[in-house]
């Protein structure tokens, strides 16, 4: 299992990454974290899965054009693709100000 720094602590991480996606159009049990594109993909099927969804952006995603079901996620991650870039935490600050998003917000990539 991974762990992650959370509030000055190392903690489990229960979130599985599925970076490719949802393979066949079904996702693992347990909670897992899929790109904007492919959660999107999945549709109504992501409604009767039995674990939490979480969903990560990229650091070019918009988020005030983002639907209303991906700001009532409980987990949103923005990636980051380089160490040097920037972008990712604008995301996150408009997340948080402009989008009013009170979930828990992750940094993922070259952090």
Do not use: K
């Amino acid at each position: 299992m991974r762990t992650l720094h959370d509030d000055g602590r190392v903690v489990d991480d229960a979130w599985q990454l599925l970076d490719g996606g949802a393979s066949g159009g079904s996702l693992p049990a347990g909670d897992v974290l899929l790109p904007l594109t492919a959660w999107r993909a999945l549709g109504d099927a992501a409604r009767g899965h039995n674990g939490r969804i979480g969903i990560w952006l990229e650091n070019t995603d918009e988020p005030e054009s983002l639907e209303p079901e991906v700001l009532a996620a409980p987990l949103l991650a923005v990636r980051f693709p380089a160490f040097n870039d920037g972008r990712g935490l604008s995301t996150a600050v408009l997340l948080r100000t402009r989008c009013g998003y009170t979930g828990e917000l992750r940094a993922i990539g070259d952090v």
